[in-house]
């Protein structure tokens, strides 16, 4: 993640991983025991805004494969992640094929598809590890030593 990925036109929107709002299935309970964890840093993403629109407050099955489908590198990974998909009992929808299917590959979601379960953990290390980057980076423009 760089500012170049900030001011692409294609990422025109934050998307939140695990939704603000839990939705009734597909999302742990515990995630939504700490208020603050939904809204950090480390639950969010980029994405271009039809993508965001077609994903939603999707379950955590259905937002992995879709992740897993919008940061495939070819056409055979795509199909491969759209009949994973299939097989699973996800179904994107018609709106949601043809926006995977013209989109670009968005490699910046590829490391959270391959998460098996989205949990505490895995969203408190993540944000750990991106304002890690984000200090290493502005520790420089400030002058100052990272660690």
């Known amino acids: 993640m760089n500012i170049s990925y900030w001011r692409n036109v294609d990422f025109a929107t934050l998307e939140h991983i695990a939704p603000v709002k839990k939705p009734l299935t597909g999302w742990s309970d515990k995630l939504y025991q700490e208020a603050y964890l939904v809204n950090s840093i480390g639950n969010l993403t980029l994405l271009p805004e039809k993508e965001n629109s077609s994903i939603g407050n999707s379950s955590w099955e259905k937002k992995r494969l879709f992740y897993k489908a919008v940061s495939a590198e070819s056409k055979e990974q795509l199909n ?14 018609k709106k949601t094929i043809a926006a995977l299917e013209k989109g670009n590959c968005l490699p910046i979601v590829k490391a959270i598809s391959n998460t098996n379960d989205w949990t505490n953990d895995i969203i408190k290390q993540r944000t750990e590890n991106i304002a890690k980057l984000c200090w290493f980076e502005l520790s420089g423009w400030i002058e100052l030593e990272s660690e």
Not at 81 to 87: G, I, R, S, V
């Open 80 to 93: 491969i992640a759209k009949a994973a998909a299939k097989k699973s009992g996800v179904d994107f929808g």
